[in-house]
């Protein structure tokens, strides 16, 4: 590692750097390396061209974080995103970076007011929202940026996209002259530059120069799945396949901390590598690894360069790599030397937007494969066995249990000592409750998600009130809402990906019981749907309840809101 690949040699207090080491960065990803020193030493305006992913939440976050000052009572921070997951994400991401008691709060549209409103009267120092919201509180002179010193425009290409720009373009003249202004975006449409130009002076442009990438060799795949799902999901395709030689790659040391351990609690050949591991004790680990010793190398970007291990199997993308020219890296492990290898990318609802946009650079041929069933697991461990017990009696080499085995047969029949006998070396491996449930989402090629709510027809929903219902509880506008879809217990909507999970967030607040969730499968769903209860499957007239009286609008609130409880 140079000098110039550490957060160390960016400028940085020692306490941002425990920060840093706490949250398992090992170095900084190329939109840090530039921005960083840029944002600490002078007062540019800055435009940051980077994708989503690459880090750039911290790129800005750290240096704003470190020279903020602890609760002032004045908003010195002001980043407008696109959407509220975007909000959430950027405000959890600022929370875990920061060393002194910098306030920092999520300020979005569709939640409610008084509790912002609350929040801003005590005073935040960083507020990550989104612009309509934002110009609400302006417009009600509930929001006070007259001593703002930073301003970020994060993702600004989407907000263009969402139609947001005349919102920041006026929020924007609600803040001072001397603020600093950030703008980040993967793209640089004229309506963006016309708007830096309007507002920034002393521009400095960082742009992360992308370099020629292919990725030929590698069969390349990838699993939708939630991030508490992943592991499971691991070891279930490690189970699977018939030879599994890897590298698994985590983005943090702390991640590969936990990985490693998890794998070892299970009873996986697992080791781990990443920037505190000592030279002897990773020279250790990879002649084990290379002798295959442990056949699964969980290991940070950083701490896997160098390694030269042919014949990998596959290579596992846990989390996204910072950047597409780190996903080529990672993948370029496997299917050296002429072999074909499998790349394997999970991917959870917040890392989806940034692998579309991967997907698109590496144009690579990046396939949509299902986890492998409980069946599938069971059926080749059943197979595994099978074939070990021909191999050891083809070995003849078990004088030693024959006596033994003569005592048992003469107080049991042979399939009651064998079951008992598979039974005590292989545990619960062959009982499919013993698995836990994988959920995954579904998100079609336009990038929407198909969303499940346990209200409908008989509820006294019509596709008009679900509709409503939605805007009301989430704040998701009417044209974001399509092909809605109305059973007599349930229903279906479609939305934009981004927006599922603030969505069915937003729906199961305050529940107990969740009423709305991403759907797996809709046909699925319709199968396993309860009938009536009077066992009749006849349909029940729209807006009528069970008795066969129109229910007013008010009625089918109210029952959503009994359900949720
Ligand atoms: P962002 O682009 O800011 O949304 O960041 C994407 C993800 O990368 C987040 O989970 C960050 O915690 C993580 N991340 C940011 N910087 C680094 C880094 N230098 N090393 C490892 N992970 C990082």
């Known amino acids: 590692m140079t000098a110039l690949e550490t957060f160390e040699s960016l400028g940085l207090s020692e306490t941002t750097l425990e920060a840093i080491r706490a949250k398992g960065f090992e170095i900084p990803s190329p939109i840090q390396r530039l921005t960083i020193p840029v944002l600490l030493a002078n007062q540019n305006d800055i435009i940051g061209q980077a994708q989503t992913g690459t880090g750039k939440t911290a790129a800005f976050g750290l240096p704003i974080l470190e020279q903020a000052l602890p609760a002032s009572g004045k908003v010195q921070a002001l980043i407008l995103v696109p959407t509220r997951e975007l909000a959430l994400q950027v405000t959890d991401e600022l929370l875990s970076l920061r060393t002194g008691k910098i306030t920092v709060s999520a300020i979005y549209g569709g939640a ?31 929001l006070d940026l007259s001593a703002l010193k930073w301003l970020v425009l994060d993702e600004a290409d989407e907000m263009l996209n969402m139609g947001f720009i005349d919102d920041v373009d006026e929020i924007l003249s609600y803040t001072p002259e001397e603020r600093r202004l950030l703008l980040f975006s993967a793209t640089m449409p004229r309506r963006i530059s016309d708007l830096a130009q309007k507002y920034m002076r002393d521009v400095q442009v960082l742009k992360v120069e992308a370099t020629h990438l292919t990725t030929d060799l590698t069969d390349q795949i990838y699993f939708e799945v939630r ?30 901390d936990e990985l490693v351990n998890r794998l070892l609690e299970r009873g996986y050949l697992a080791d781990g590598l990443h920037g505190d591991v000592s030279q002897a004790q990773r ?13 699964i190398l969980v290991a940070t970007d950083v701490a896997a360069r160098g390694i030269d291990v042919n014949n990998l199997t596959h290579v596992i993308n846990y989390s996204l790599p910072q950047d597409s020219e780190s996903y080529v890296h990672r993948i370029g492990r496997t299917g050296r030397a002429g072999n074909q290898g ?60 024959a006596g033994m085995a003569e005592t048992i047969l003469a107080s049991h029949t042979p399939e009651t000592a064998l079951a008992a006998l598979l039974k005590m070396s292989f545990k619960n491996d062959l009982d499919a409750s013993s698995y836990p449930e994988i959920r995954t989402f579904s998100v079609d090629r336009k990038g929407t998600a198909r969303i499940f709510i346990a209200v409908g027809r008989r509820d006294g929903f019509t596709p008009r009130r679900i509709v409503e219902m939605l805007q ?12 809605v879809k109305i059973m007599d217990e349930f229903s279906f909507v479609t939305i934009p990906f981004e927006e599922a999970e603030h969505v069915t967030r937003c729906l199961n607040k305050g529940s107990k019981h969740p009423i709305a969730e991403i759907a797996r499968n809709e046909k699925s769903v319709r199968r396993a749907a309860p009938r009536r209860k009077d066992g009749r499957k006849g349909k029940t007239s729209r807006s009528k309840d069970r008795a066969g009286r129109r229910v007013p609008r008010k009625a089918a609130d109210t029952e959503f809101r009994r359900k949720r409880r």
């Open 112 to 142: 409610s007011y008084d509790e912002q409103l609350r929040r801003l009267k005590k005073g935040i120092d960083i507020v990550v929202g989104t612009p309509g919201r934002i110009l609400d509180h302006l417009h009600r002179g509930t």
């Open 227 to 256: 991030e508490s799902d992943k592991f499971d999901a691991l070891t279930r395709i490690i189970d699977v396949e018939p030879e599994f030689y890897a590298i698994v790659f985590c983005r943090t040391k702390v991640a590969v």
């Open 283 to 295: 020279e250790k680990i990879l002649r084990k690894f290379k002798r295959r010793f442990s056949n």
């Open 342 to 401: 499998t790349a394997i990318t999970f991917i959870s609802h917040s890392e989806y937007r940034q692998f579309l946009a991967m997907r698109k650079e590496v144009k690579a041929d990046i396939r949509k494969e299902e986890i492998p069933t409980v069946h599938d697991v069971i059926a080749l461990k059943k197979q595994h066995i099978l074939s070990e017990l021909e191999e050891t009696i083809e070995t003849q080499m078990f004088d030693e249990y």
């Open 472 to 483: 009301r509880e989430s704040g998701l506008p009417d044209a974001h809402i399509n092909d």
